[in-house]
C-alpha cells in the first residue's frame, strides 16, 4: 500500500542500522532497526503481536556451504539464522510468533544464466521452507522482482517502511 504524505512514519534520528549477517532484538517502544540497499538478502521480521516485540535481522544466502567447519550457527544463512531467532524469541517469552520478510529480488535478471534460479529466488525458497518446518506463518512479504530496498523495522508496532526508489514508499 502506498503511503500518503500526510500518513509517513516519523524515523527517529536514533536508529540500528544492520550488515549482513547482523541482527537486532529490542523491547523497547521506540527501537528502529534498518537495511539500507536489500537487494538479494532477505529482510526478516519475527514479531510477537501479544507482547509487542521482534527481532529483524539481514540474511544473505540460504545455506552454509557444505565444506564450511563451523557447528555454531552462522546467522548470514537463512536455514541457520532462522531457528536460532525463532528460539531468541521463544527465550523472551513470545505468545505468538508471526513473519515478515523483504527482498529476495533478482536484480541484474540479464546476468542471470537460463534455466537457473537467482540468488533472491533460493533464499526465498530457503526463508519459506524454515519459516514452514517451525511453523511459523508469513503474514506480509515484499519478496522478488527486480529493485533493491532500504526497510525501517518499528519493533513496538511490528511495521516495516519499505522505500525504493523505483517503486516509492509503502509499508507492511
Avoid at 45 to 68: I, Q, R, W, Y
Wanted: charged fraction near 25%.
Amino acid at each position: 500500500m502506498s503511503i500518503e504524505k500526510k500518513d509517513r512514519i516519523k524515523i527517529p534520528a536514533e536508529i540500528k542500522r544492520l550488515k549482513i549477517g547482523a541482527w537486532h532484538f529490542d523491547k523497547n517502544d521506540s527501537a528502529v532497526s534498518t537495511i539500507i540497499g536489500l537487494g538479494s538478502c532477505i529482510g526478516l521480521v519475527l514479531f510477537d503481536p501479544v507482547n509487542k516485540f521482534g527481532l529483524l535481522s539481514h540474511l544473505m544466502l540460504p545455506k552454509k556451504p557444505t565444506n564450511a567447519y563451523s557447528d555454531t550457527p552462522d546467522l548470514r544463512y537463512i536455514k541457520d539464522a532462522v531457528p536460532f531467532f525463532v528460539d531468541i524469541m521463544e527465550k523472551n517469552n513470545a505468545r505468538e510468533i508471526i513473519a515478515k520478510a523483504v527482498g529476495g529480488a533478482t536484480l541484474f535478471k540479464e546476468l542471470q544464466m537460463e534455466g537457473r534460479l537467482s540468488v533472491g529466488e533460493r533464499n526465498i525458497i530457503a526463508l519459506h521452507e524454515s519459516l514452514d518446518s517451525l511453523k511459523i506463518p508469513l503474514v506480509a512479504k515484499d519478496l522478488d522482482k527486480e529493485h533493491g530496498r532500504t526497510i525501517f523495522f518499528f519493533h513496538n508496532t511490528g511495521h516495516i517502511l519499505i522505500r525504493s526508489y523505483k517503486m516509492g514508499e509503502n509499508y507492511i
